[in-house]
């Protein structure tokens, strides 16, 4: 899954990709280098960021969708990564075909509504309070247990609102609400949500955990960083990855792949 944020302030890439040239220019690359699904968000989830209106949103990515759409193979999917039922509606109509929602439905839970409605495969997120707050001294007891018990909660609730099973993904949250050694024990502990038996994104790209654990400031320098959490969550079962450099870690799964088979 390569990222693609059409905001003017994320965290790595933030105003790159604000326009529909340069973004459908990125997407193509993209392509070029493999990808399976394009994620498109008009919010940053950056820490301490601003939330952003639902109109907001669709004003960035609905054209961008569209865009990709006529000039990019159909054959990669789309995914709409906002916390809003009508950002996602709209991106549906778009073209987009998956959601992918950071707070699993407790923004907004018309947004399980809309899934169920439409068909489309969603992926519920673990985030410990919000975007604005959530790294004001989190804590966990087990981050594991707690991060597992609130995602199986979340997806019985999916379940209840007519989501189809097979329509659901889950994702660990790394970074969001989560001190370091909350990251690097749920890495250790992937295989536990795998079992859960729903498919499992992870989401390190450039992650600022790991710039502490390499002496590095900028997120661009962390690509190496990712590949190797990416082969590790090959090893664990992981089947969706979630990046800004796509060809590095295409090559990571090929190769973590190749070993475990």
Not at 89 to 111: F, K, W
Not at 190 to 216: D, H
Request: glycine fraction near 6%; proline fraction near 3%.
């Amino acid at each position: 899954m390569g990222i693609l944020n059409v905001t003017p302030d994320s965290f790595s890439d933030g105003g790159k990709f604000s326009e529909v040239a340069t973004a459908v220019i990125q997407a193509q690359l993209m392509v070029n280098q493999n990808v399976d699904i394009i994620d498109i968000g008009g919010e940053s989830t950056r820490p301490n960021s601003k939330s952003v209106s639902a109109a907001e949103q669709i004003k960035r990515v609905v054209p961008v969708i569209k865009a990709i759409r006529k000039q990019v193979s159909s054959s990669v999917a789309i995914s709409i990564d906002t916390t809003l039922s009508i950002v996602a509606e709209a991106a549906l109509n778009a073209g987009a075909t998956i959601i992918n929602d950071i707070s699993a439905g407790l923004q907004d839970d018309a947004i399980f509504t809309l899934a169920a409605k439409r068909n489309v495969p969603i992926i519920l997120m673990h985030i410990q309070g919000n975007p604005q707050t959530m790294q004001d001294a989190p804590y966990y007891d087990d981050v594991v247990a707690e991060v597992k018990n609130h995602l199986q909660q979340r997806i019985e609730i999916a379940l209840s609102m007519g989501i189809a099973k097979h329509n659901i993904g889950i994702d660990v949250g790394i970074g969001f609400g989560k001190r370091r050694e909350d990251n690097l024990a749920l890495l250790a502990h992937l295989e536990e949500f795998v079992a859960l038996g729903y498919p499992v994104l992870l989401g390190t790209s450039r992650k600022r955990f790991m710039g502490s654990l390499c002496q590095v400031d900028e997120p661009q320098e962390l690509v190496t960083a990712t590949a190797v959490t990416t082969a590790l969550g090959v090893m664990q079962g992981v089947q969706l990855f979630r990046v800004h450099d796509v060809l590095e870690n295409k090559q990571a799964v090929d190769v973590a792949w190749a070993i475990k088979t």
